[in-house]
């Protein structure tokens, strides 16, 4: 089995600091931010940025201003969202912005689904282009999953020669309108993949822990974050990324299962970088 690879999503587009006080929204406090939770464990970054009203933005300047400051003093793998959020209106154009920058890693949503009361659009069409972008950069799409039929759309992807397996996935279960958080849902999920590809799970609310310890003994990956949880227990805010994290790091020390280092879960993931 291999080392554990933990991803933080420390802002996300739609938490404020209303859900919780103590997220980070300027680029100094992401990458600070993003500093104590590589002490903690996590190797890769998924990479969402605010503009200066503290809204989401995929400004590709406030994107390369965070990552340059985050990479000052950090190997983390850098991951950038191309959304602003599940019921976005902006334009493909603009969501590829971060992508420009030639990440490491950025995330290719390979379907629709409705999130919350509204609608994440992702036609196919659209879906291809960004894919072909990612491959001419040499940017590794993480194939981002909110229900079972997105497995089937990235390996037509695959059909199509635009993308190689294996595949990373990245399982995201417990939105309203996607998949549910259920453990039977996630063995449904890794059981769709062909051989040889690696998944992680972002577990959304209370479907973070028991997801998080799942998939440590299932061989999978894990995120946490505030995006897709600001809580520590129920009721309890967490105090920040940092302690999500390490509680997983240390879950997954007690399973026997050791944390990747950045340059770790790169030879895991297959990154040339």
Known sequence: MDKLIITVAPVGA????????????T????????????EKGASIVHLHVRDAEGE????????????????????????TSTSTGGPSCMTPDKRLQPVLLNPEMATLTTGTVNFGEGIYANPLPVVAEFAKMMVERGVKPEIEVFEVGMIQ????????????????FDFVMGVPGGIGGEPRHLVHMVDSLPPGCTWTVAGIGRSELPLATMAIVM????????E??????????????A??????????SE?????????EARAILGLNR
């Open 228 to 241: 897709d949880n600001v809580y520590y227990t129920k009721g309890v805010l967490a105090n920040s990324n």
């Open 243 to 252: 302690q999500l994290v390490e509680r997983v790091a240390r879950i997954a």
């Open 255 to 263: 399973l026997g299962r050791p944390v990747a280092t950045p340059d």
């Open 219 to 226: 061989g999978g990956h894990v995120r946490v974050g505030f």
């Open 153 to 168: 759309n990235a390996l037509s992807l695959v059909k199509q020669k635009i993308l190689q397996l294996p595949l990373h």
């Open 56 to 79: 989401a933005t995929q400004s590709k300047a406030i994107f390369q201003e965070t990552i340059q400051l985050i990479q000052k003093h950090s190997k983390i793998i850098i991951q």
């Open 27 to 38: 680029p100094e406090e992401i990458a600070e931010e993003v500093f104590r939770c590589e």
């Open 14 to 25: 739609e938490t404020t600091r209303q859900d919780n006080p103590n997220l980070p929204l």
